[in-house]
């Protein structure tokens, strides 16, 4: 097999911040034959200048640059253009360590089956860089069943194999706005083999201005609906109206709905074969994670306390978030008061628990 060309796909929107470290980092690879399909998508800062500039010394940059169309729009174009059998995903504010591509090309090279592969993340926000680990939930490899649940791989470690994933199924889909990439992932898994490569081989930037965090309410609304199309699919579902309704306003009714479709959930699961079972659970209590920050983000203790004990999960939470909303029982301002206390120290470390990473960080459709 002759080493395949990479392309890599380079969405930008006002990336003037951070364009410039993206693009050294890939620049910087240590596998040699890539292509990078830079789409501007109608930035209003500097970001075309910086591609340019970067074009000028390296002729392996290509450059579209055009009016806003979203991204899912500028997925699709960069696709079309892209001349590579691997297809790289970067965004315009992570860093890919030197190693990235070698390390996914190597393993396509060695399981020419694989459709997909992901990698671990380092998390950089500001100028602190917390250290990923593997995560053992990945070790079942029961790709199809974790990615109903939640957004299997971080979409800037993403390395798609066009030889395996027909043409007509690589489309980002636009009914899939700000989850876009779950959907994708959960279809390509769905037929085809996939990999995560446990090595931390991209910097995950954190900061307010991601489109994770502008764009984090339709991005949970989204994920809700591709999880209850999901389980509905696969019968595990008696309330599929709950999830959506939960998306749209947090209240003392979809809140008992919410932890009755957690309860029914496991109880349905806990009827399923023994081989698949445990990456169902792993799944469901990513997917109990991604509720109750829901939840919790709507800033009413009451409503928390009622999910977590209705579903029987206080041990599930930190210490701190347990005192909290447990006052607020009894006290709801003093709750508010010891719950923003909470947020303030969790500032930096809300983003590092030991939980799946896709059930902390609000990225691409869990949020």
Partial sequence: MPVPLVSVLLPVYNGEPYLAAALESIL???????EVIAIDDGSTDRSLEILQRYRKADDRISIVSRENRGLIATLNEGL???KGDLIARMDADDIAYPRRFSRQVSLFMQQPELAISGTGIDRLLGNRMVRGTPNPIYQSGNWHILSMFFTIFMHSTVMYNRRVIPDEMLVYDASYVHAEDFDLFRRITGRFPAAMIDESLVAYRIHD??????HKRLMRQTHLK???ENLER???IDDPDALRDIGVAVTSDTTRRAAEFILSLEAKISARPAAARSSYEDGALCFFYFLYQLINDAEQPQLTHEFLTRTGKWGLIRRRERYGLRAGTYAPWCSRLSLAATRRLDALSRYFESV?????LPQHGLG
Avoid: F, Y
Wanted: aromatic content about 0%; proline content about 4%; glycine content about 4%.
């Fill in 356 to 360: 799946p990473a896709a059930t902390v």
């Fill in 209 to 214: 201005d991601s489109v994770t965090n502008k």
């Fill in 234 to 236: 696969e019968s595990l």
């Fill in 80 to 82: 079309a253009i892209a």
């Fill in 226 to 228: 591709i999880v209850a």
């Fill in 28 to 34: 910087r690879q240590d596998h040699g034959r890539l």
